[in-house]
Structures are given as C-alpha cells and as structure tokens.
C-alpha cells in the first residue's frame, strides 16, 4: 500500500515538532533552523524556477522584502512579530507580481535573460533600500520586539516557525504539483508557445506561480529578520542566495517538489558541518565540485527519477473496449444555418521582409473537410498559425462561431475550440505519452477534470494507435508514432475546428491509408477539418473543398479533382502546365 | 546638492573612465565566449581574480608585475581550452554553462582564500608609485595602463575578427558552425581556441585588477553584476562593447557619486541593464 | 566520381535514409525529387558531412570519406548550397563570399573566383557591403550559390533552391545551374519543383520515405503515372 505523500509530511512534520521538548543545546536547533530556512528558500524558488524552466536569480530580493518588511514594521512600527510576517508575504507577492506583470509580457526574456533581469533587479531594489530611511545603511535592531513564546525557548520558538513555514512551503508545492497550475507550469517548461496554443493560460500561471514563491521567501525573511535581530544589508541583495537555491534544487531535483528539500538539506548539513577553519573551505569547495558533477552526470537531480509525475489513478480501467463504446461527447455542431465555422478577411502576415501571408480570404464551412494546399513556402503553415494563435497577424480579421478571434490570447483560441497540429511534431518532452493527451484534454476547450481527462487521453490513444506507449516518453517514439502523438493530442480538447498540419508526411502508403480512415472518422464525430497537406492522395480522397495558396495568396478554390487540373494551379507547382 | 569644483568632476569623469576600463576588460573575454561560444563563462571573475593573486604572488616574490603575465597567461589559455572541452563533451546549454562554471567559481575562490587567507592584499609595486599630472587632474600610472590595454585588446580583437580569415572563421562558426564546417573551417578547433583566449582575457584584467585594487576574496562577486551589464549592453560577441559600455557605466556611476551619494552608484548600471533588455528588440 | 553505397542514416533517433545507393559522374547534373519528408535534404547533408552514416560508404574519386572530419569534405572538392540557404547573416555578401573560399586551394585562387562568380551574379558586386540579411529572396539565393561556387568544387550540391522565390526567379536560376554545369562542374541537385528540375537534369532519382524508388532519364520518369500522381494527384 502506497502512503500517500501528504501523510508523510504530516506525520514527519509532528514528529519534528516536538524536538524542543527535549530541550537539545540551541546548537542544535539552531542547526535544524537553517535546514528548515533553507527548506522554505529553495522549494519556494523551485515553484516557479523548476517547474516552469524560468529560474530567477532574484530570489534573495524578495526574501530580503520580507526581511525589512518585518524589520520595518516591527521595529520601528512596533507590529506584532506574527502579523509582520503576514505582510511580508504579502509586500513580496505583490512586487513580484509586479515584476512578473512587466517582464513575462516579453517574450524574448526567457532563459538567461530572464535570469539577468531579475539579478539586476534585486541589485537595484537592494540600492534603494540601503539608500533610503528603510535601511538608510545603520540597519535595524529588533532586540527590542517581542518574540511570541511559543516553545520553551527562543531558538524553539524560530525552530518552530522555521518548521511550519518549511512544511506549509513543501506542501504548497506538492499541491502545486499535482494541480491543474502545476500541470501547466510543466508543459510552460518544455514549450510554453505550444503550451499556450494548447490552452494553457502562461502569464497567468507563471505570475501565480512568481507571486507564490516570493511570498514564500518573504516569510523567510521576515523569520531571519528576527533570528538575526539585527538586520543589515549584508549579502542578501547578490548573487548569492539565487545561487544557493539554484544549486541546492538543481541537486535534488527539480522537477519534483521534494527536491529542492533534499538539496537543502544535503548542502545545509554540508555546509555547516565544516565549521572549523580549513575544514570550512573545503566544505565549500566540494560544493562546487557537487554542482558540477549534478550538472553534468545528474541532469535530473538525486530525485529525478522519480520526477516523473504518474497520471491520476482513473477508477474505471477495465475492458478499454467499454471505453470505447463509452466515447466522450463529440463536440456540438455549430448551429444549424450557420454556413460558416470561420472566416478570415484580408489576413497578412510578413517576416523579416517575406510576405508569408498577403491578404488571404477564406472561409470553413461546418462539418466540412477544407484542404489547403500549395507549394512549399505558400503560407500555409502561417496560415495554421497565424488561426490558432501562434503568430499575431499584420492585418485582417478572423472569425470563428461568430466570435472575432484576431489578437485574441492563443489560450483562448484554444479554449474557443480551435486545435491544431504541428508539422514537425512538438511534444513535452518530459510529460509522458498519455499526460501530453491529457493535457489539452484539461486545458483545451473540453476543461475536463483531471481525472476524466486521463479517461479522454486514454480514448484517444485507443483511436490513433498508440495505447500500447502510454507511459512511455515521446523520446522513444518514432515518426509516425509521434505525428499520431500530435494527432490524439489535438482531438483531446474536442474542437469544433481541427487545424492539421502535414500529418502525413514521412507516413508509408499504408500508414496513409490508416491515417485517412482516421481522419474521416473525425470528420464523422461532427469535427470540421482544415487539411494541409502534399499528398495529393489524400487530398483527393478526404477533401470537400480545397484552397490552393501560392506566395501567400489564394489562387484557387473549389472542388479537389477540378481545381487541381487549373492551368494556374499546375503552373504554380510544376512550373509550366502540363496536359 | 552641491555642486562640486570642476577639479573634482574632471578627476570623477576620470576615475570613471577608468574603472568603466576595467569593467570592459573584465567584459571582453566574457561578451566573446557568451556571444560566440554560447558559454556563460561566470568563473571568468574567479579567473580574474586567480590572476590577479598570482600577479601578487609572483610579484612579491620579485617578478615584474607584468612579466608575471608570461607565466600565467598559458596557463590560463590551457584552462581556457580544458573548459570548452568539457562543453562540447557534455553538449552544455548555455544555462546550464551557467551553473557549472558557478561551481568552478566556488572552486577558485575556496582555493585563492585556502592559499591567501581572506586578508586584504596589496601589490606594493613601482608602477602604483608613478602618477601623472594632466592640469589639475592626477592620473595614477596603474589605471591609465588598464584604459590603454583595455583599448588595445579591444581593439586588436576586432581587428582580427574584423579582418582576418580566421577572425571571419570565427565568426561565421559562431552563426552556423555546421555550415562553416561545410566549407572548411575547423570550428571545433577554433571554438577551443577562443575559450583559451577568453580565458587569457580574464588573466590579463586580474593583472591589472592586482596593480590598481586591493583583494579579497569577497570581492569576486562585486564585479559580476556590473560587468554583465556592461556585457550585454554592448552586444554580446562585439570585442568593442563591453569597453563602450563599461566606460557608459563607469562614468554615470563616477558623475552620480560626484553629484549625489556613492551608494546610489549601483543604480546605474543595473537600471541600464534592465532597460536594455525591456527595450532592445534584437535577441540575443 | 562520387559514389554512394548503401548508405543508412537517421536524423535524430530516427532512420531517415535506407540502402542508397547514388552515382554521379564528373560534369553530370543530377536530380533528385520527392515528397516532402522523403530524406532529401538528409541525403544532401550526408554527402556534404554534415550528417554521419550509420551504415555503408561514401566515396569521392575514389577516396573514401566515410569517417572523415567533417570539415574536411570540402577539401575534396564538394559544395554545398543548403536548404534555405544558411547564409552568415551578420557577415557581408563579400565576407560571405571569401569564407566559402576558406579552404586552402581555393584561397589561393580567391581573387579568380570572385570575378567569375561577380561575373555571373552582377548583383552581388553591387551590393558587396551590405550584410547577408539584407538581402531579397533571390538574392540572397544567388550569395548561396556563389559561395560554394568560391569553393572550386567538382561537385556542387543544391538543396531545394527554389525554395520562396518567385517563378521568374525560379527561371533564371535554373539557366544559371545550368551553365555552371556546363563549364565543368557536377550538380546534384533536390528540388520539389519537379517540373524545373527534370528540365536540366541528365539523370535523376526518385526518392520517397527513405528510399530509392525509381532512376533514369527525365523523359524516362516523366512518362511514368506513379510521378505524375505523386505530385498532381491525377489518377
């Protein structure tokens, strides 16, 4: 019988909490304290940084808020001990949030840069507060306020609150984990376009999940402020707390929300078990040596192998015929005298001077099955794009369901019921086979509950194929496995309107075969196909109606075995027209 | 706010070119392995300041301060290389360079306080002696050698990349290596070459750093703030750059001490920095 | 002159090319088309070195290059005009130009290639200075072409050159293959426009999902429903 987690941290928790009954030397509990801050600091950063991939060096700004905040409020504004921690969560969130609100708008501020910029930032906010009456440079002295005696001791009583916070902060990121936020803070890590294209909504997820940890580590602060009693600037406004936290979580794991735990605690105890003299040197040596060592041999962290997260236990497994004959609702067709599912007006998109698209009209009839077709470089992968929220077109209209859907969020395109495909096939990378199906399942315009959504992946894996790879990583899929991947994954959200992108190139002729009965399988279940596609096979036998676009213009509509003889549409693909 | 003498501004214009010299020095090596080896060398400041300790080192023994470069600048070269090959071995993103060179830079700086001691060290030199007088203004011999050979490796570094063929080698390796592979250039030879240079960059500026500042080993990561900004606002890859930059950023930092009070120095760089990356459009 | 044995290659994880076997004679012009996807541009990259084979061997003059740095295959006389057309784009058309005669033998005769390759593309003289980037679609095309021509290679390869340019475009650059084909050097040459390619071509190849379908002349392959259907999904 598996305990779940939550017991486990109860339960270690309690146990943990009567140690200052035993009235160890303050030594100790001293020691355990800053495991415990550590604890809190690290999984607090890897909330936002290791899930979503968006590590921030900023962490010791936010931490050293908190840390004034509860200075400033206790002791200059005689505030009582408790509450000041309140509001140093509170005044952290809100400048990361503000923070995030600015910097997550740009969308070139990923990875390093992103790491950068909140480096400077903590710079800059540390130059303020040492500059003006918060700091002013004397610092503050806290031994006048009131340590609330909530242990035996003082050293109990921060030992105590270190271990609630650190409790609440692992637990916080374990619900995380296993939330709908935490799902799409791992997809954002993987690929946060498509993870927006899928529904997941990335800025508002990433500014939760900044606010969170600043919060997080405001608390902390505010706890040392008071552990310390004498609050200066010293080394908290640097680079070397976000360093800390980095190495700690990249040891134990980033990926899962007990890592960054186990990374504190191992450097922690390493750290502080070398006090004496050359002993503390080296201690910090081999902690270089450690991160170098994670970083390259240990990608994953000491708990990476467990990072990978099990999809939820679904109640009904048996028989995945019954699932079967169990289908999820097919999706409403539009209504009835509605003669067209989208329309796009005068769409233009350029690129560094190509002009990808160059007002292209068009319109999707429901319960149709549309192709798109054209030589390479045409337009129609902008075109797929540009619908589904990817690219942000020049100019134009679109209009789905009688919504204009131009310049709207891709995650809300994506929650109108529009899916697509990628043409070089995009999966997470690190999210099982069933949890990238599950995932628009959740976020898409479906918005299943976790459970039912792993019942709908698993439906969908039945449909194309792929049940027998559930578990397995799209790593070790082929081809053809993971165009069917991108195929299950955009049924999942059961759109009105499927977008597919080249689903079957690289496919052999009788794979081709497979993937057109699929294809008009979903056709059948009321879905509207657009088909972009080469293989004129398929064209033919699929399409109601065909667009032909060449150098992003349409050049032809109409029937697929009448279009395709056009003079002009033979000229574009073959040069000069053939009898 | 006072306003200070004309004397004071010219000698904090100054020592703000001065130190926006150094900055750039520190920069130069770092913007070329960033820019064009897609490696965030942050060690490079524990490199410096190895170097910087070594100059002492040697030089109190009796070494000329800059003949002390001859010892240590192949071996800084030889670093420089065994770096980047362990890169290209374990195919390192540039995030993660980020994070394997932060353990080197514990490495370095544990070594330098086991073998200095956290002390404060001064190199006692001759050249620390010798001072100019421009007008009113005194210009220290140390700094003005820092400014000179900050502009000459600057310079020489775009020129070769400039106008040589195996500075355009270089370049071209840097946008697409596989291609220039395609035509001939050894780019895995020549990404190993630049990592060393970059990597004798950094001694270079530690000899300087060792003839103008005192040293402690907390005093590491002082710089990393400043000199990435200084870095990235002057373009990663662009050897002329960070010596631009860091005389941008020396000198509003100098001219807001002058005018305001020396804490809020910081202030200007960091806000710069983050300017630059709101604003500029181009990816870098 | 260049001869491949069965050669098997995988992009990434997967297989992308298996058991082909492709000749080319000095002074040919050959073609090989396909759908997307096929393993065109794989094959190209193979031969350049750019991809390494998992099985069989490649041989040029007789020389084989199998497990050769990578860097060293255009020493021995292959160029390689890639898959939209990966120009330095920082550099400028003339820095362009002179990395593509890097290698040793043809930095010697660099200031000769220059003239013939301004000869042939006069648009490039003109805009020497400017950098790649700035240059139209065409041009940009044309830099490619005269970057490997820079190279003195006996073998020049093309990957989908047509690709985003305008028909009229298209023409011109087709006749230009052409005659650089004429004044000695061997092409291979992909495309998807089949039409364009068969025209030039001496000799070409069909490949699909890996794999070497058919092989003849242009005329040959033409009169063949199985392209025909392939490319206009007649029936």
């Not at chain 3, 020497?128 to 139209?136: E, N």
């Not at chain 3, 989908?160 to 305008?166: F, M």
């Given at each position: 019988m598996r305990i779940p987690a939550p017991a486990w941290i109860a339960v270690v928790g309690l146990a943990l909490a009567t140690v200052p009954y035993f009235k160890l030397p303050a030594f100790y509990e001293s020691f355990m304290y800053l495991i415990f801050h550590w604890v809190v600091l690290a999984t607090s950063w890897n909330i936002l940084s290791g899930y979503s991939g968006y590590f921030s060096f900023g962490h010791g700004a936010f931490f050293g808020i908190g840390m004034y905040t509860t200075a400033t409020l206790a002791g200059k504004f005689d505030v009582p001990f408790l509450w000041t921690l309140l509001a140093a969560a509170a005044v952290a969130a809100l400048i990361g949030a503000a923070l995030g609100w600015v910097v997550f708008?740009?969308?070139?501020?990923?990875g390093e840069l992103f790491a950068l910029i909140t480096l400077a930032v903590t710079f800059v906010i540390g130059t303020i507060i040492l500059n003006t009456p918060i700091d002013g440079g004397p610092g503050i002295y806290l031994n006048s306020v009131p340590l609330p005696a909530i242990m035996p001791t003082p050293s109990g009583t921060f030992y105590f609150l270190a271990l609630v916070t650190a409790i609440a902060t692992v637990s916080i990121a374990y619900a995380i984990h296993r939330a709908k936020l935490g799902t799409g803070l791992f997809a954002i890590h993987d690929d946060e376009d498509v993870a927006e294209v899928m529904g997941v909504p990335t800025f508002g997820y990433k500014l939760a999940a900044f606010a969170i940890s600043c919060a997080l580590a405001g608390i902390a602060g505010g706890i040392q402020a008071m552990f310390v009693s004498y609050v200066t600037m010293g080394d908290t406004f640097s680079i070397v707390v976000p360093l800390n936290v980095v190495l700690m979580s990249v040891l134990g794991g980033?990926?899962?929300?007990?890592g960054p735990a186990v990374g504190a605690t191992a450097i922690t105890a390493l750290l502080y078990g070398f006090t004496a003299g050359d002993f503390a040197v080296a201690g910090r040596a081999a902690i270089g040596l450690i991160l170098i060592v994670a970083i390259l041999f240990l990608p994953e962290g000491l708990l990476g192998r467990f990072g990978r997260r099990r999809p939820q236990r679904s109640p009904s497994q048996p028989g995945v015929a019954a699932g079967l004959a169990a289908t999820p609702a097919a999706p409403p067709k539009a209504e009835p005298g509605a003669r067209t599912l989208l329309e796009v007006h005068g769409l233009s998109k350029a690129f560094k001077g190509v002009q990808a698209l160059d007002g292209v009209g068009l319109e999707v009839r429901p319960g149709e099955i549309l192709g798109l077709v054209g030589p390479n470089g045409s337009g129609k992968s902008t075109l797929i794009n540009v619908v589904s929220g990817h690219y942000r077109a020049d100019q134009g209209r679109i209009v789905f369901q009688g919504r204009e859907l131009g310049g709207v969020e891709a995650h809300r395109i994506a929650h109108a019921g529009i899916a697509r495909t990628y043409q070089i096939p995009r999966p997470f990378a690190h999210l099982s086979v069933i949890q990238n199906v599950a995932l628009p399942a959740r976020f898409g315009r479906a918005a299943l509950d976790s459970a039912a959504a792993t019942r709908e992946a698993r439906f969908w894996l039945e449909f194309t194929g792929l049940a027998a790879k559930a578990d397995a990583l799209p790593e070790d899929l082929n081809l053809h496995e993971r165009k069917f991947l991108e195929l299950a994954r955009a049924l999942a959200s059961r759109p009105s309107l499927l977008l597919l992108d080249e689903v079957l190139s690289g496919l052999t002729p009788s794979e081709i075969d497979g993937a057109i009965r699929t294809i008009r399988a979903i056709r059948d279940r009321g879905a509207t196909i657009v088909f972009v596609e080469h293989v004129m096979r398929a064209v033919m036998e699929l399409t109601d109606r065909i667009v032909v676009l060449n150098y992003g213009r349409v050049i032809a509509e109409g029937s697929p075995t009448e279009v395709m003889r056009r003079p002009e549409v033979v000229t574009a693909y073959l040069g000069k027209p053939h009898a | 706010m006072n306003l200070p003498s004309l004397t004071l501004l010219g000698q904090s214009l100054l020592s703000g070119i001065f130190i926006g010299a150094l900055y750039g020095l520190l920069g130069l090596g770092l913007s070329l392995s960033w820019g064009m080896l897609r490696q965030i060398n942050l060690a490079h400041f524990a490199l410096a300041f190895l170097g910087a300790y070594l100059t002492y080192q040697l030089a109190s023994a009796g070494m000329d301060p800059l003949a002390t470069l001859l010892v240590i600048l192949p071996c800084f070269f030889a670093f420089g290389v065994a770096l980047h090959w362990v890169f290209a071995r374990f195919s390192i993103s540039p995030f993660n360079s980020l994070l394997v060179t932060f353990g080197v830079t514990v490495i370095i700086e544990s070594l330098i306080q086991w073998i200095w001691t956290a002390d404060y060290r001064r190199l006692e030199s001759h050249y620390g002696e010798m001072k100019f007088r421009i007008g009113t203004l005194f210009v220290p011999f140390p700094e003005l050698l820092t400014l000179l050979v900050a502009i000459a490796l600057s310079l020489a570094t775009w020129a070769a990349l400039r106008y040589t063929d195996l500075g355009k080698a270089l370049r071209a390796a840097a946008e697409d290596a596989p291609i220039a592979a395609a035509f001939g250039v050894n780019e895995r030879a020549l990404a190993l070459l630049l990592s060393g240079l970059a990597a004798a960059f950094a001694g270079v500026a530690g000899a300087c750093l060792a003839l103008s500042y005192t040293l402690a080993p907390s005093q590491i990561y002082a710089w990393v703030g400043v000199v990435f900004a200084a870095v990235m606002i002057g373009g990663l890859g662009n050897p002329i750059g960070p010596l631009v930059a860091g005389i941008v950023i020396g000198v509003s930092e100098a001219l807001t001490m002058a005018l305001t009070a020396p804490a809020w120095a910081p202030l200007v760089s960091f806000s710069l920095l983050i300017v630059v990356l709101l604003a500029r459009p181009r990816k870098f | 002159m260049l001869e491949l044995d069965r050669i098997r290659v995988s992009y990434g994880a997967a297989p992308a090319l298996w058991d082909i076997s492709i000749r080319i004679d000095a002074g040919e012009l050959v073609c090989v088309v396909g759908p997307n996807g096929a393993g065109k541009t794989t094959l190209i990259n193979a031969i350049a070195g750019l991809n390494r084979l998992d099985d069989g061997s490649l041989a040029m003059q007789g020389r084989d290059l199998t497990r050769i740095a990578r860097n060293r295959f255009c020493d021995q006389g292959i160029a390689i005009v890639p898959e939209g057309r990966r120009l330095f784009t920082g550099m400028s058309v003339l820095e362009n130009l002179e990395l593509g005669s890097y290698r040793p033998a043809a930095r010697a005769r660099r200031s000769e290639s220059l003239e013939r390759v301004f000869a042939i593309f006069p648009v490039l003289e003109e805009r020497?200075?400017?950098?790649?980037?700035?240059?139209?679609g065409g041009q940009q095309q044309m830099l490619a072409i005269g970057r490997a021509l820079m190279a003195q290679p006996r073998l020049l390869l093309l990957d989908?050159?047509?690709?985003?340019?305008?028909p009229s475009i298209v023409l011109e650059m087709f006749k230009v293959i052409r005659e650089i084909n004429a004044s000695g050097v061997a092409v291979l040459l992909v495309e998807q426009n089949v039409a364009m390619a068969l025209e030039i071509a001496t000799r070409a190849y069909v490949l699909e999902e890996g794999r070497i379908v058919a092989e003849g002349s242009p005329r040959e392959l033409l009169a063949q429903p199985h392209i025909r259907r392939a490319y206009l999904g007649e029936a």
């Open positions: 708008r740009v969308p070139k501020l990923r980033t990926r899962h929300w007990f | - | 020497m200075q400017a950098p790649a980037g700035t240059l139209s989908e050159p047509s690709l985003g340019l305008a």
